[in-house]
């Protein structure tokens, strides 16, 4: 099984600040098969990124992804209030599909 | 609309087994696959399983071998994650998503059922 280990566990920033989100797997993903999600409290997740760096409809590009392998980041700019969360990266290139434990985003 | 529609929540004894429902509406339920994740308070997703509504085939059933079922009736668009011999550490909230053939990764969410699990 895959391991995704995120870091760092939590960020504080401040509004209008970026912030850069790791996710490092155990073992290289399979065609960049990684995708990022945001989570606000008592909501279900909300698909930001896939196959690594492809935004998701109606995502802005304030949100970008990079990475391949092991090792990827995604880079929210000019951070929003809606920003301040939790988000989650996922492998779909293993099986068994895996989550890391998640990087919590705060205000400062 | 697009959407998911899941069942509310449950409250269940040690030991018993729940049933959540998912029903998809605005969009051809065969098209996708759906995953079913769960999270527990304060916790990251796992990952349950996936299945294909098309084909009936499912898989990343291993964390919970032998006490899930996953199952789909495309006549109402609705699929169901069954598990059974709950104990207080299946507490959790239970997401369904439409998943992308091939990918399983998900671009539409439920919006959860609490499973509470407690004598």
């Known amino acids: 099984e895959v391991v995704l280990t995120q870091s760092p566990g939590t960020l504080s920033l401040s509004p209008g600040d970026r912030a850069t989100l790791s996710c490092r797997a155990s073992q290289s993903v399979p065609n960049n098969f990684l995708a990022w999600y945001r989570q606000t409290p008592g909501q279900a997740p909300r698909l930001l990124i896939y196959?690594?760096?492809t935004r998701a409809t109606g995502i802005p590009d304030r949100f970008s992804a990079s990475g391949s392998g092991t090792d990827f980041t995604l880079t929210i700019n000019s951070l929003e209030p809606d920003d301040f969360a939790v988000y989650h990266c996922?492998?779909?290139?293993?099986?068994?599909?895996?989550f890391g434990q998640g990087t919590r985003v705060e205000v400062k | 609309q697009v959407q998911l529609v899941q069942t509310g929540a449950e409250v269940k004894k040690p030991g018993a087994s729940v049933k959540v429902s998912c029903q998809a509406s605005g969009y051809s339920f065969t098209s996708y696959d759906i995953i079913w994740v769960r999270q527990a308070t304060g916790q990251g997703l796992v990952m349950m399983g996936w299945m294909n509504p098309n084909s009936g085939n499912t898989g990343d059933l291993q964390n919970f071998r032998h006490r899930i079922a996953l199952t789909t009736d495309s006549s109402i668009s609705t699929a169901y994650m069954e598990l059974f011999s709950l104990t207080p550490a299946d507490t959790a909230t239970y997401y369904c998503g439409r998943a992308i053939r091939n990918r399983l990764y998900s671009d539409l969410w439920g919006p959860g059922t609490l499973v509470t699990v407690s004598s």
């Open positions: 196959d690594a760096s």
């Open positions: 996922h492998q779909y290139g293993n099986s068994p599909r895996t």
